[in-house]
């Protein structure tokens, strides 16, 4: 046979699926997930049990951790030495163990993530409590298994006196299946054990009476109890862990943030510096120095606040920014019989129930077999004192130790084993006394048989023994709760006050898009010109709003879009300079146009609306609050038809009459109220009913009889006309006209449509800009009064080839 025919073929993936199965196996049952019974993973057990059979226990000296690391790895771990060393280490650390199975001498790292000191140089013992896990298992009440090579044995599990997965805790991470088993306290634990005993029926909200909840080494303050009764009942569910905080006022009216606990499993040296890098970045006014004063009495880190900081504003903010605050989200997964299963807290204990009957059970009949053995010594030697005198005559007349044994049996009916016995009985047993401590010794055995045969005999008084000695170690071993428990969830909210300085700035858009916001200080420094900001050729400013850092800019588009930006996030530039473009600041399409910029500091103003008008005359109302948001990109304000676009947004009191000016000179006056509210996505409803070839120019509020309706064409006549000339009419309606325009081979033309129409009480400057580039300003007082239907008056001198673009009003 070749060697080519003695291959099988197979596929790839049939080979790296069974592989990769089996390691997976491995991983999951051998390495990463800990075992229901003893809460402990392989290489915790092995290092545990080799360091008892070495005898480094809590009443002796410390020995070498290499020495133990050695000891593992050669007889039981066949791994680096490395992960059986991490292994030791957590055992080691008060901050991750809620009762530490290793006393650790030397340097084992710290709360900062400090790395320990080399194996070589710490030395280590089993602690008092680690001696509770393994505690009888030489009377043979767990399993043992061939080690790696088969050279010597090892236990498949522990004793475990207490539940330790519980009491400690666990986190791994292997193929397909993680656990994340938060430390409970052991008082709670062993009481849960014991209630669970008395009464198996009871549920998860009576064990919840007992154990309130995780009880974390590093204390801190647990937020959640609907997180841990999710957790409780099916394994999985998420709390918060915030640190315990205190605000002191120090010296000089300062006040400071102290705080002496912080979330389980959070490094306090990158919580330190994160603190820092806030307070060096200034994402945040008012905090002056984060001082780390930690010691030998215990953790400390020190917020300084300059004077008047919001303290409770500050501590919310780095409470939602850095760990001080944090989830911790628990996935029970253990192994029970060889698989990892997902586990409430009634299964773990009622699994760790069942494993203490086992012991129990064993160690019961280990010491039954040993006292019955030591009885029947005993009987033998008792029988033997009755009829000493026959017994040495035998003795005396055999040839040897084999034959006077033979002898024993066959003459006085005695047990080889208990021939054995009386044959290296010594002489002073033969004195009166010790004779009589034979005979207790045999009564005392017999009772513990009775005893020990009672205990297999009848469940009730094995649980009580097991309850009895989980009462002990509650009382030996026991602690007061670390961690607080709050049923809710404290929501943080920051006020926008603590990360920003609230300062009076000028907010500038130009019409190309340019946007800046300058201090009034540089506003002021560089002549205190409005018409003096810095420009691109040709550009000019469109909106110029004077604003408060902590107010928001509600940009609206002609799409229908709007975008929040907050007034600290636009970039500050001093006057003289252009800005930046506004797409660098928001996501702005390039087919989209600005339509209208509104300052909101409180979208929670009750009666204020805000008022959508199209080119087509649709009209939307909606309540202002609908548009409060924390997204930065575009967000739909109104819905717009495909031929139409926004032509204003107004912000309202809903008390007013809306009139819409066409670009044919009709008007439409109606009640304000008659746009019902509607939802922010809404289209809205018919304003005035439009010719094919019209559109809606402008949109003015009218609170009173007051005033005139200026309107403008495209070739520069303007004209005035009285709003009590303008009758409140329904919505909908077509209007009435605002302007006649004129045109024909013997007049002048006055234009071919309006271009822009305003309401006005006083005079107001009017900047036309016309095709050019050119731009010619006039004041309203320079526009005539007429009537209605009027052909107006030329006041900016226009040509029919360069027509008037847009207008802009200086109040």
Partial sequence: MSILESFLPAFLEEIVGDRFGRYSKYIIQDRAIPDVRDGLKPVQ????????????????????????????????????????????????????????????????????????????????????????????????????????????????????????????????????????????????VIDACIALMDRPGMDVEELMQVVKGPDFPTGGIIMGSDGIREAFRTGKGRIYIRSRTEIENVRGGLQQIVITEIPYQVVKSRLVTAMENIRLEKKIEGISVVRDESGRNGLRIVVELKRDADAQGILAYLFKKTDLQVTYNFNMVAIVNKTPKQLGIKEILEAYIAHQKEVVTYRTQFDLAKAEDRAHVLEGLAKALNILDEVIAAIKASKNRQDAQNNLVAQFGFTERQADAILTLQLYRLTNLEIHSIEKELKDVQKTIANLRAILGSEKKLMHVIKDELTEIRAKYGIERRSDIQDEVEELKVNLEVMVTAEDVFVTLSNEGYIKRTSKLSFTRSGGEVEKTGLKEGDFVRYLLEVNTLENLMIFTQKGQYYLLPVHQVPEYKWKDNGTAIVNVIPIPKDDRIVNVIPIKDFDEPGKSLVFITRRGQVKRTELKEYMTNRSNGIVACKVGETDAVLDVKVSKNDQDIMLITKLGNAIRFREDEVNPMGRAAAGVRGIQLKDEDEIISAEWIGSEEGELLVISDLGYAKRSLILDYPVQGRGGKGIFTFEFRDGKRVKPNGSALVKAFVVKEEILITAVLQSGERTSFSSEKTPIEQRKSTGRQVVPVTKSDLIQDILKSD
């Fill in 45 to 188: 057990r092995r290092i545990l049990y080799a360091m008892y059979d070495a005898g480094n226990t809590p009443d002796k000296g410390y020995r070498k951790s290499a020495k133990t690391v050695g000891d593992v790895m050669g007889n039981y771990h066949p791994h680096g030495d490395a992960s059986i060393y991490d292994g030791m280490v957590r055992m080691a650390q008060p901050w991750k163990m809620g009762h530490m199975l290793i006393d650790g001498h030397g340097n084992w790292g710290s709360q900062d993530d400090d790395p320990p000191a080399a194996m070589r140089y710490t030395e280590a013992r089993l602690s008092e409590i680690a001696m509770e896990l393994l505690r009888d298992i030489e009377k043979r009440t767990v399993q043992f298994k061939d080690n790696f090579d088969n050279t010597t044995k090892e236990p498949v599990v522990l004793p475990s006196r207490y539940p330790n997965l519980l009491v400690n805790g666990v986190s791994g991470i292997s193929s397909g299946f993680a656990t994340e088993i938060p430390p409970h306290n052991l008082r709670e």
